[in-house]
Structure formats: C-alpha cells, structure tokens
C-alpha cells in the first residue's frame, strides 16, 4: 500500500502562485508513476500533470502547460506542483496520485491522496 498526502492548497488572488505537495509513505516505489488530477464542483475529474519517478516521462494537460511544473524529490518521496499564473477556472480539489502506468487516464491509478483545496479568486 502506499499512502499518499497533499499539502500546500489554499486561497489566492488570480495572477498569484501556489506549490502543492504531495508526500507519499509506505511501499513507495521508484518505478511509480506519480499525477496530479483536479477536480472542480459538478465537473469530472481531470488530468493535469504526470511524471516518472525517474523524471524522464512528463506530461501535462494544455489547460496548464507553461503555467504549471510537475518535479519531485526523490529522497523525500514527495511531489511537487507549481502552480503560477493562476486563474478562477483552477479553482478545484487537487489530487495526487500514484499508479504502475504513465498516463493521464484516471483509471491507471492506484492509490490517491484526500485532496487539498485550490480556491483562485478574481
């Protein structure tokens, strides 16, 4: 099992920054993929961002390509998210997630963390 905890969500003005993160414990493994979703009120949940421990495969949805950067640091187990040049329309949960499988489909997923709270207002 691997227990997965995001942090760093909150309220901010749009232009404005965040970083999440997202620490994970337990069977942590070098080969998991490691993916940030977002979930906003009535809406599905979506991909934004995924990487390979390894850093060598990195994905992000339009929505937020050149605004957000997905990195991790290896020896703290922990994922970042840094989120810049926000807008009202990031206003969501934000998930992490980690899975075997690099890709942005939810269902290669297994194991995803409570979620923190991104209000962006205008």
């Known amino acids: 099992q691997v227990q997965l905890a995001e942090s760093g969500g909150g309220l901010v003005q749009a232009g404005g920054s965040l970083r999440l993160s997202c620490a994970a414990s337990g069977r942590t493994s070098s080969s998991y993929v490691m993916g940030w979703f977002r979930q906003a009120p009535g809406l599905e949940r979506e991909f934004v961002a995924a990487?390979?421990?390894?850093?060598?495969?990195?994905s992000y949805a339009a929505s937020v390509k050149d605004r957000f950067t997905i990195s991790r640091d290896n020896a703290k187990n922990t994922v970042y998210l840094q989120a810049n040049s926000l807008k009202p329309e990031d206003t969501a949960v934000y998930y992490c997630?980690?899975?075997?499988?690099?890709?942005?489909?939810?269902?290669?997923?297994?194991?995803w963390g409570q979620g923190t709270q991104v209000t962006v207002s205008s």
């Open positions: 997630a980690a899975g075997e499988k690099y890709s942005t489909r939810l269902s290669n997923y297994d194991y």
């Open positions: 990487m390979t421990w390894s850093g060598g495969g990195i």
